[in-house]
């Protein structure tokens, strides 16, 4: 592939083409009119804040916005770097209590969308880079943590979102980046210039991406001396030359193309994720954190996965929409007050906060690191995730079960505007005396939504794979179980004092 010819622009250039957003509205009109290629459906699209496909997943981002003008003790906190108070997706945290009212805010926007609100391994993103880039300053004497600090002053005050590009397509898993057939299955350096650095490959299941104002390219397993290329950290706006989005597809995605907002299930949010392709793509210095220093890299990533594992905590808000989509359907079933019933919903909701404790435990946990910043507790970390990994799918089963078979068989919106086959349905799908038939279909398509259909990518698979698959998580819990003092204090008890030669 040849060497784009971009023109260099330096980091104030970047920066002097955003505007500080305030309202959602404002986020809204920030993404408009952005030249970016996108393709979705083997099309590319024109303008994707329109596109019915893709505006769901950017009400959700809306969100984040709107929420920390409605409930600003939540979801905005105190900068000491801009001696401000910002949105909270941009606040580096300083105590452990700050990790705890990030965990709250997550679940609420769960309850809120009912679905993946797309900011999450940004924000985790951010907190890795302040005591990443303090750590190569001290060993290197770079100034990375200084261009660091100067990048975050610009995201605070312009309000931007700061999107997570981590995950590599990775080829032949048994080989190391630089051994691959082909380099760019892992994104690294290609040149470097006076002014700065050219990156190229692609970055995977890209959460949000084509929603982010900034992608942050970054390792995304341990290097070698051999991968000095491959381990670099940037960031580079969501509009720059060489970039390319393809969109990917999520089960029922077309129904968001259809008349009518009820077969959708939730109409008004949706998820994303995107295959991000980065053909020599220019990072100026000013927003390059990492270039060789290969022996970082792994603990960048373990240092991630302690924040971002706690993170899905937002899967606690998911599953609270979950409990009372449930308790719903069998009220207007006519089945509220079977004892059956009711010790669903109690296991339920027991699974659903066992996730949540977990996550709280790991942040008022949270030990500081040297740079000054906190970092969540690993192992809880690692229980929430893998918790994460296997309660939902069963929240999920129990919801199928109060819904019943009309989850699956119910007919289509078009179907109850039919004048002939309307009132028929109208009679025969009559549930509980008061209660109309269609809120029986709004709240079945809304279950069906979160388990079989679009929003099941985040509340299942994501709940599954995202932040590392469960034998990742099983992994980190083996290397910090300490079993050899376990042993100690049964062996002490045991009254066995003598050690075995």
């Known amino acids: 592939m040849a060497i784009n010819d971009t023109k260099v622009t330096t980091a104030a250039e970047q920066?002097?083409?955003?505007?500080?957003?305030?309202?959602?509205?404002?986020?809204?009109?920030?993404?408009?009119?952005?030249?970016?290629?996108?393709?979705?459906?083997?099309?590319?699209?024109?303008?994707?804040?329109?596109?019915?496909?893709?505006?769901?997943?950017?009400?959700?981002?809306?969100?984040?916005?709107?929420?920390?003008?409605?409930e600003p003790e939540l979801a905005t906190a105190w900068s000491a770097l801009i001696d401000a108070p910002v949105n909270r997706f941009l606040h580096i945290v300083g105590s452990p209590d700050d990790l705890v009212m990030k965990n709250r805010m997550q679940r609420r926007l769960g309850q809120l969308t009912g679905t993946c609100f797309q900011r999450c391994a940004g924000l985790d993103t951010i907190s890795v880079l302040h005591s990443i880039t303090f750590d190569i300053d001290q060993k290197h004497g770079t100034k990375y943590h200084e261009r660091y600090l100067a990048f975050m002053r610009h995201a605070q005050r312009n309000n931007v979102i700061i999107g997570a590009g981590m995950t590599d397509p990775k080829g032949d898993r048994s080989k190391r980046p630089s051994e691959q057939h082909d380099p760019d299955l892992f994104l690294h350096v290609t040149r470097r210039v006076p002014e700065g650095i050219y990156v190229r490959g692609a970055k995977a299941h890209m959460t949000g991406g084509l929603n982010s104002h900034w992608i942050c390219v970054m390792p995304t397993m341990n290097m070698g001396q051999d991968d000095r290329d491959y381990a670099v950290v940037g960031m580079v706006p969501g509009d720059a030359p060489g970039l390319t989005y393809i969109y990917g597809r999520q089960s029922c995605d077309t129904r968001a193309m259809e008349a009518g907002d009820i077969d959708k299930g939730?109409?008004?949010?949706?998820?994303?994720?995107?295959?991000?392709?980065?053909?020599?793509?220019?990072?100026?210095?000013?927003?390059?954190?990492?270039?060789?220093?290969?022996?970082?890299?792994?603990?960048?990533?373990?240092?991630?996965?302690?924040?971002?594992?706690?993170?899905?905590?937002?899967?606690?808000?998911?599953?609270?929409?979950?409990?009372?989509?449930?308790?719903?359907?069998?009220?207007?079933?006519?089945?509220?007050?079977?004892?059956?019933?009711?010790?669903?919903?109690?296991?339920?909701?027991?699974?659903?906060?066992?996730?949540?404790?977990?996550?709280?435990?790991?942040?008022?946990?949270?030990?500081?690191?040297?740079?000054?910043?906190?970092?969540?507790?690993s192992m809880l970390a690692n229980v929430c995730k893998h918790n994460v990994t296997r309660f939902p799918y069963e929240i999920s089963r129990l919801a199928q079960d109060l819904a019943g078979g009309l989850l699956v068989t119910l007919p289509s919106e078009a179907d109850?505007?039919?004048?002939?086959?309307?009132?028929l349905l109208e009679k025969y799908f009559k549930g509980r005396g008061n209660i109309p038939v269609e809120h029986r279909r709004r709240m079945l398509r809304l279950i069906e939504n979160m388990t079989l259909g679009r929003n099941a990518v985040g509340y299942l698979t994501e709940s599954l794979h995202g932040a590392g698959s469960p034998q990742a998580q099983r992994i980190q819990i083996l290397r910090a179980m300490d079993v050899e003092k376990k042993k100690g204090y049964a062996e002490d008890l045991a009254g066995i004092a003598d050690e075995l030669q």
């Open 266 to 377: 939730n109409a008004r949010f949706g998820g994303q994720e995107t295959l991000v392709v980065f053909d020599d793509v220019f990072i100026p210095n000013e927003h390059v954190f990492m270039d060789g220093e290969y022996e970082f890299a792994q603990d960048m990533v373990a240092r991630f996965t302690s924040y971002h594992r706690a993170s899905y905590v937002c899967k606690t808000g998911l599953g609270d929409v979950m409990v009372g989509a449930a308790a719903a359907i069998a009220d207007y079933n006519g089945a509220a007050e079977a004892s059956h019933i009711k010790d669903k919903l109690v296991e339920m909701t027991h699974l659903n906060e066992t996730i949540y404790s977990s996550a709280i435990a790991s942040s008022h946990e949270a030990k500081p690191l040297a740079s000054g910043i906190y970092m969540n507790d």
């Open 416 to 423: 109850f505007n039919n004048d002939v086959a309307g009132p």
């Open 15 to 70: 920066w002097a083409r955003f505007a500080p957003i305030v309202t959602g509205d404002d986020y809204l009109d920030s993404l408009r009119n952005r030249d970016v290629v996108v393709y979705l459906f083997g099309e590319q699209i024109a303008e994707p804040v329109d596109h019915p496909i893709i505006r769901p997943s950017i009400n959700a981002l809306k969100m984040t916005y709107d929420l920390a003008l409605d």
